[in-house]
């Protein structure tokens, strides 16, 4: 079983749709992560929780609904979506976003396309 | 602020030769640097992680990379190029922990038979 599972692996929605995005990690860490990577952008830092309390919020708009019931478990919920938010949603999770020697690991991403 | 440039955004070697991915970096405090990479519909991996200690840090899969604080540069390096290295390789900074991780846009390698 891998350390961080995103699912689905693929989601196509309409403007109008409201879907989720759900991410689970295997690792026992206490912080997670929402990353957006876009073609040709750097990876842009969206969501932080540590201890399930939200930590960093990155200037998102408020169609990007996070929640993160416990430090296992993490949703990106998603609605009136705009076609240059298709991207690769992208979830990490660390014991201690405080500490440098606390690496990230990633999941495998949710490959988002909004029609 | 910190910031991170990779130089090329495109790298193409043959099987066996050197690889050499140049990172440049900018920090006002003693970086911490890192380099990542992501195989094909694949997330992230760490690869190494320079946070202080040697200056030349050595990775998975063979790669290294060597810090130099005269030249601000974080450059990653593999002798020989074996076609599984095939992927793109992110460089990033940070002066803290992870949640102030900085990502350079990534280089594309491609290895040639």
């Known amino acids: 079983e891998t350390g961080v599972t995103q699912t689905p692996r693929h989601l196509v929605m309409g403007m109008t749709n409201k879907k989720s995005l759900k991410c689970e990690q295997h690792l026992g860490h206490n912080a997670m992560y929402w990353y957006k990577q876009s073609a040709k952008k750097p990876l842009e830092l969206m969501f932080v929780?540590?201890?399930?309390?939200?930590?960093e919020n990155n200037s998102v708009p408020s169609r990007f609904s996070p929640e993160c019931p416990n430090s296992s478990h993490l949703f990106l919920h998603l609605h009136t979506l705009q076609p240059e938010d298709s991207a690769l949603y992208l979830c990490?999770?660390?014991?201690?976003?405080?500490?440098?020697?606390?690496?990230?690991?990633f999941g495998n991403g949710t490959r988002l396309t909004v029609t | 602020a910190q910031s991170v440039t990779q130089l090329g955004s495109h790298v193409s070697v043959s099987e066996g030769a050197l690889v050499l991915l140049r990172c440049n970096y900018s920090s006002s405090v003693p970086p911490y640097l890192f380099w990542y990479v992501q195989y094909p519909n694949q997330g992230l991996q760490l690869l190494l992680k320079y946070t202080s200690a040697a200056t030349l840090v050595k990775g998975i899969n063979g790669f290294e990379a060597e810090f130099k604080k005269s030249e601000t540069s974080f450059h990653l390096t593999k002798p020989s190029a074996h076609m599984s290295d095939a992927a793109e390789y992110f460089c990033a900074v940070s002066d803290g922990g992870a949640q102030k991780l900085v990502f350079g846009q990534g280089t594309r390698l491609t290895i040639n038979p």
């Open positions: 929780y540590n201890f399930k309390e939200q930590t």
């Open positions: 990490a999770s660390s014991q201690d976003p405080d500490r440098v020697n606390s690496p990230l690991h």
